[in-house]
């Protein structure tokens, strides 16, 4: 990844036209400078002595200080925190980069921090939007960052019981790739999947974009495997069972705060022989949610399902390549993605459609949902070609039951109208459940002469117009740092008092990634 | 519920006469005498001074330290359960029962219990097989049965949502008619349905008959209210969230040693139109147990799906209404449910039926499917009039990954044959996943001197051969004070800390449910 972008510097893209034309529209563009990477401010390395310690137990090879090394794992890629390293400002770095070649390694890294007082902030594909890789510094000896790519195995396939052990430092493409070899699939596919890992996904409880057929990633763990300073968790002896509080539940979302997650073994679906992304138009966005929660409550949920409201219609988000290319007949555009067997797509896109058509949708055909999925992991490209033309861009979600949406929806909207003039405030509905459903706001404004702290303004405002709103502080992006001040709404004080209860029995001196997810 | 049987005293039946001779054949009875309840040993009622405290917080009605009450709510339904009551031992009563009208009594109850050391027991239906009813007293100032009864309320339907809020005393039919009256239906029929109540069902996550098609009842909760000693957790603002790890799931599966449950927030959905079940033929249960696998990793599960073994099928023990009346056909029966709109139930129907023709199943039609729904909760019953006629009758259960059943059946069935002379072994599957099912084991065999020691040989054998065979130590009885010994094995020593750490945190005294759960 780039250090101060996202993704493959190769990949990157100039703003498109049409994008341009409405950026001018509605927003307005200013010029901005950003830093080389050589004038970036970053922390000292770390000292000399605790890297040979480190060397002694991973290899000379795998632990580096160069600044390169230590750039490239600076933070994750938030709009902040992009806009802090375009502006040199490296602060946040670590001290070192350790990369242990196995869990045993991990367990002696992490023992190793404890003794010597280091903080340890795990690290997979970098791209937390939460602040999740930034660690409190103060009373450590150093932060390290543990980067778990050697730990990228296959570990066991077991057909019979359609699972799979992955270790924790496979990105998607990766896993994907060594389960497609026996034709298999985890089906987790978010939209930082060619970069995230197995172990940021159960860490963070993330979803995937096609989780109304696969699941969330927390619903694919079946068992998992933690490094923590009071030695190996091992979970899962069954897909369920009522020895005691499913512990699991209790690793997955834990953002290395209790424990390494070095391994996880999850449920795995044969690959599909079809895929079919359909595209449907309805009127409004009330009327098609009414359809999407029609579908769920239902049992015919498809494999995709994804609904942009109007605005985000309008600038044709949902194809971020072909953004400001609009088709222009108004109204909101829903994908509906079908993927199995032949006759299992025939049957479910058939019941599927017919829902939809019973209740005011309109048959777009294959093209938008092709486009759709030509462009499903290009919308952080998007974002840098329109902060490089100075224009603030940044997402945030939550969730909620259905009757609280449309509330919820308003709320968050005017929170964001109100923190950011002349915003322009788009959302869809990525992910949907029997009882509720998510909303994913795109916005993008102009930039302010701070544009961090414009952002955290706006974020705080519709933070508590979450909160206050009945939502979830977070969907799928995780509690980090970002999210915690509205954590303990969330969870109420019993449940912080829980957090730290685990957080201080299992690393007692709190090395594991301080600052994030515990109040 | 009788003092000392299970169930409904009016429903009680001597033993059919095709049982008799079953018995007689494998098995053998003997004469035994049943203690009658003025000659029960119980505890001493709790101090005056105390019951008028407790008075003072719920009113005088609703504190009792008579024998009748505090005999109703000694231990639960387990086979050791009863035959200790049977043989006059009632020495694990409780010293008096509290029954608190709101979630703001049973919270000054806690506090209350705290303040004098008192051990707090939730009582919902009694149900327990796994000793979750019995506290350690050492230390106490006495043993309190904290009967959530009046908690009886169905609080809220969102129809829109498609959820419900229900009180945690409500029994299984009483909640079922509360929301049948809107046409809705929560679907969690396990075989304590009659008299367990919703607290039960999440405390010790219940799963019902008809879990393929509503899930496990920790699936249909998405939201909780729970009294601890730290004050009210209120949790479940969102189907499913990032927000850190899941505490639902460890509120779940708690058993009272957390917190005492008071109500719910559960998924609901509409009443069947239809309900068809039909019986199936296989000639083996590994054949069988194929079909259910594809099945369920076809996303074909139907609503009830349950697989006796030859045994279990020669018995007839699918019908416990017409044990010993065998069709005497071999092979092994599946009963097979389908519920929903008759046009769902027509589809999936004809779905499953293909499949399990194709590989190798036969046709029975819907009367063994009858007979399976007419006697589905009459099986507690049967045992009553085993343990009459002497023979020793007992269930056990557990779970593991689909490559891994095969394996574990024979090793627990070798346990329980080897620890039981001249046993009969019946096993059933009765709960499928994707990636695994569950084994639920019923045992008879004839009544030693001191069955109670006999019946615990053969559970630590079988135990034992759960551990080593890698299945979970229980799939749906919870861990109670009977499991405890194995939990170790199942969580390890981190994942005990774990529990450790929040009970510690939430009940720094431990007055709750003292003894079970926690090693």
Redesign the interface.
Known sequence: MHWARWGDPAEAKPLPEDARALVDAFVGTREVVTARPSEVRLTEPLDGSLVAELAGIVGADHVRTDRDTRLHRTRGKSTPDLLRLRAGDGTDSPDAVVRPGSHDEVVAVVDWAVRRHVAVVPFGGGTSVVGGLVARRDGFAGVVSLDLARLDRLVEV?E????AVLEAGLRGPHAEALLGAHGLTLGHFPQSFEFATIGGFAA????GQSSAGYG?F?AMV?GLT?A?P??????G???????????????????GAFGVVTSVRV?V?RLPELEVYDGWRFTSFPEACIAM?TLA?S?LLPTVLRLSDETETMVNLASPDDVGASSADGGCLMVVGHE?TRE?VDARRSATGAVLARLGGTDLGQEPGRAWAAGRFHGPYLRDSLLDAGVLVETLE???????LAGLYVRVQEALADSLDGALVLCHVS?V????ASLYFTVAAKEADDPVAQWLAAKAAASDAIVAG??????????GRD?LPW?TA??????V??????K???DPTGVLNPGV?VP
Chains 1, 2 share one sequence.
Do not use: C, K
Not at 160 to 163: G, L
Not at 244 to 255: A, I, K, M, N, W
Not at 470 to 479: N, P
């Open positions: 077991d019979e019981s359609m699972t963070t409880r993330s979803s969330r927390d079946v933690v923590t009071q030695g190996t968790l091992d979970l002896r069954a897909p369920a069972t009522a020895a005691g509080p499913d512990l699991r539940q209790l690793v997955l979302g834990s953002e449920r679906r929660r409550q049992g199995g299992n939550t969730t909620t039951f259905w009757s609280n992910h459940y029997e009882t509720g009945g939502g979830s502080i977070t969907h799928h992006h995780a509690v999210h954590l969330e969870i109420g004080p019993v449940g008092e829980i957090l730290r209860a685990v201080e029995r299992l997810l």
